[in-house]
């Protein structure tokens, strides 16, 4: 695809929404702000993904507005139903990734391999489970030992892809699947185990770090 104005227009805007959302991030006194560039993050990625790409993927524009649904839905937070609402917009963008990165699989992967990231996706949600036990209300234990349970599975396709796949920057996913991984871990343990410091800027730094390099990875089709 031949560069366009509209790729650096994207890019541009892309990045100082991003630098303007983190800027709001590191104080409280930035709340207004941080809302509205948070609202801003994944349209513009959507943005840039469709600028860039040589194949639309419509399970990757799902993935991404999901992504926008669940950050609006946390802007809602402390009411009872905005999380649940956003871990749930979060869980079907990450099956829309699983299954983008299974469909491009060039092969099937070894069975060993498949078992044993299998394995290591339920022992790392039930290990975090079992960490945010005490903290985590009755109701919500199961929906979110199943979001765990997806956001690992998403991590181990995303090594699927990046070992078996055939687009150029497959490993990018990986590495985003990972970080995303560690980024709503955190945002967890903030919510139901005790105060993380510098929660917004961390969160918010692996989840636009994820979001991107998976987005990345999945761009450039031919």
């Avoid at 649904?69 to 699983?98: E, N």
């Avoid at 990231?117 to 979110?144: D, E, M, Q």
Wanted: charged share 10%; net charge positive.
């Amino acid at each position: 695809m031949e560069d366009s104005p509209l790729q650096y227009i994207a890019v541009a805007l892309y990045l100082l929404v991003i630098s303007l959302h983190l800027f709001a991030c590191a104080s409280r006194d930035r709340l207004m702000l941080r809302r509205i560039t948070k609202c801003c993050l994944m349209p513009l990625l959507l943005l840039c993904y469709l600028s860039f790409t040589g194949e639309v993927s419509y399970l990757v524009v799902a993935a991404i507005l999901c992504g926008f649904v669940g950050d609006v839905f946390l802007l809602f937070r402390p009411r009872r139903w905005s999380f649940p609402a956003g871990i749930l917009s979060f869980a079907a963008g990450h099956v829309f990734y699983i299954i983008r990165f299974l469909g491009e699989l060039t092969v099937s992967p070894a069975w060993y391999l498949c078992a044993a990231l299998g394995l290591v996706s339920l022992v790392s949600a039930i290990t975090l489970l079992h960490y945010l036990w005490k903290g985590l209300p009755k109701k919500l234990r199961p929906p979110s030992f199943l979001y765990m349970l997806i956001i690992a599975t998403m991590a181990s396709c995303a090594i699927l892809f990046a070992l078996y796949g055939v687009l150029p920057l497959r490993w990018l996913a990986a590495v985003g699947g990972l970080i995303f991984v560690a980024s709503d871990s955190t945002l967890s343990i903030d919510a139901f185990h005790h105060p993380v410091r510098y929660r917004n800027v961390i969160v918010m730094s692996t989840y636009i770090a994820a979001q991107t390099l998976i987005v990345s990875s999945l761009t450039f089709a031919g």
